[in-house]
């Protein structure tokens, strides 16, 4: 049963940053897409960023360009979100979540992951 548990919401102000973490567990994730996610009230769910355990590819949405990084640790089955230079619209709850995928394939669309944690709220005051 795979399970993952986000770390590290909270509130900031604009221009600050954040470091959320998602550690996994129930299996290995060395053949899988890592994906944050994000929902704001009354909102669809979007996509942030992934990441590739197998190969390390990672990919980003626009807005999060520049600004928010994933990384990886693989001994600790965790994946972090670095989220620098943070906007009042970043506010919202993350979500990390995970799925089997090929060799260096990044997963970029919500439907496709079937595990999920249980989101983090990211509150950034203007």
């Known amino acids: 049963q795979v399970q993952l548990v986000e770390f590290g919401g909270g509130l900031v102000q604009a221009g600050g940053s954040l470091r959320l973490s998602c550690a996994g567990s129930?299996?290995?994730?060395?053949?899988?897409?890592m994906g944050w996610f994000r929902q704001a009230p009354g909102k669809e769910r979007e996509f942030v960023a992934a990441?590739?355990?197998?190969?390390?590819?990672?990919d980003y949405a626009d807005y999060a360009k520049g600004r928010f990084t994933i990384s990886g640790d693989n001994a600790k089955n965790t994946v972090f979100l670095q989220m620098n230079s943070l906007k009042p619209e970043d506010t919202a709850v993350y979500y990390c979540?995970?799925?089997?995928?090929?060799?260096?394939?990044?997963?970029?669309?919500?439907?496709?992951?079937?595990?999920w944690g249980q989101g983090t709220q990211v509150t950034v005051s203007s």
């Open positions: 990441i590739n355990w197998n190969g390390g590819r990672t």
């Open positions: 979540a995970a799925t089997f995928a090929s060799f260096n394939v990044v997963v970029t669309t919500h439907d496709r992951y079937p595990y």
């Open positions: 129930g299996r290995t994730f060395s053949d899988y897409s």
